[in-house]
């Protein structure tokens, strides 16, 4: 015995039907799919019957909503915001731009600040959202808590200045606008 002796056992393999083969072979003219109509044509599924019972999609309920056009929102932490303090990569003025480097958010268009953890030092925050108890957190450090209302881009096309100015902090951005002003004055 070698592989090429090897066969299915009697019966377990059963040959295709030869449909469409004339009149001899039992199966020809209509091929085994009677006469005219749309279970004739090719393309035909035949829809999901359930025998008289209650169909699937209307014994389940229908529930929930997913918005199409939903923000995306990368949440921060407060233990984050400290550790990021402790490794000196951020000062004491956290801007969006901020958020966005160290989170590596970059399809984000929304940051929230949420009070998971303990922060020691005095910091100002811009972000879109905080929780309850990440302002209590924030507040009783010293710090401060600043709620963006645009996104970066949108920041960007309403102050009509390059992206990467629009993204500093809110006090930066009114001091560089004072001075484009001043300078298109003269």
């Known amino acids: 015995m070698d592989l090429s002796s090897l066969r299915p056992a009697k019966g377990a393999v059963k040959g295709r039907k030869r449909v469409g083969r004339g009149p001899g072979s039992g199966n020809g003219t209509t091929a085994g799919k009677g006469n005219k109509g749309q279970q004739s044509r090719s393309g035909y599924t035949r829809p999901v019957a359930e025998g008289g019972q209650m169909p699937i999609y209307r014994r389940l309920p ?8 939903r923000k995306k929102v990368a949440c921060i932490n407060v233990a984050q915001i400290q550790m990021w303090i402790e490794k000196g990569l951020i000062g004491e003025e956290i801007g969006l731009l901020d958020l966005k480097h160290l989170c590596n958010a970059s399809n984000q268009e929304y940051f929230k600040v949420l009070g998971n ?3 020691s030092s005095a910091v100002t925050i811009t972000a879109h959202f905080f929780s309850k108890s990440a302002v209590e957190k924030i507040e009783n450090a010293g710090g401060k808590t600043v709620t963006a209302h645009r996104t970066l881009e949108e920041a960007a096309k309403v102050n009509g200045l390059p992206f990467e100015e629009a993204l500093l902090t809110p006090k930066a951005k009114v001091v560089k606008i004072k001075k484009q002003k001043k300078s298109a004055k003269s």
């Open 117 to 119: 953890g303990e922060l």
């Open 62 to 69: 229908k529930f929930g909503f997913t918005p199409p056009n």
